[in-house]
């Protein structure tokens, strides 16, 4: 018996008991990899921006915070891509929460 699970083209093959696939898909990788790195950095821009507009502090300093800030989240949103159950539920995840901290940094500029 070879490795499993392993990357293959198709996940055709199915275990015996349980019936899930014994592979990983190539589609399925690339997808999390692109919710990895293109909803995290969604992510982490909403979040320095919300950090950015919302702290009662200077221009200067309240971005350094945003980006300062935003680097823990940009990689902790990058691991959950990775692992989260599948690429589609790791893309909404993060296009929605970045969706809500930038619509947060709308408001917050808009009653300025």
Known sequence: MG??????????MKCMS????????????????GAALLGSTALYLAFCLVLATGL?????????LGILGGFPVWI???????L???????????VGAAALLGG???LVLSFQ
Do not use: F, H
């Not at 490795?3 to 055709?12: G, L, S, T, V």
């Not at 221009?59 to 350094?64: G, R």
């Open 3 to 12: 490795r499993y699970p392993r990357n293959a083209r198709n996940a055709k």
């Open 18 to 33: 349980c019936n899930a696939p014994l592979t990983r898909t190539t589609d399925e990788a690339w997808g999390r990899i």
């Open 56 to 64: 009662p502090l200077t221009q200067d300093v309240s971005l350094t």
């Open 76 to 82: 902790g949103s990058a691991c959950y891509a990775v």
């Open 84 to 94: 989260a159950r599948s690429a589609v539920r790791a893309a909404l995840v993060l």
């Open 104 to 106: 947060w940094a709308w």
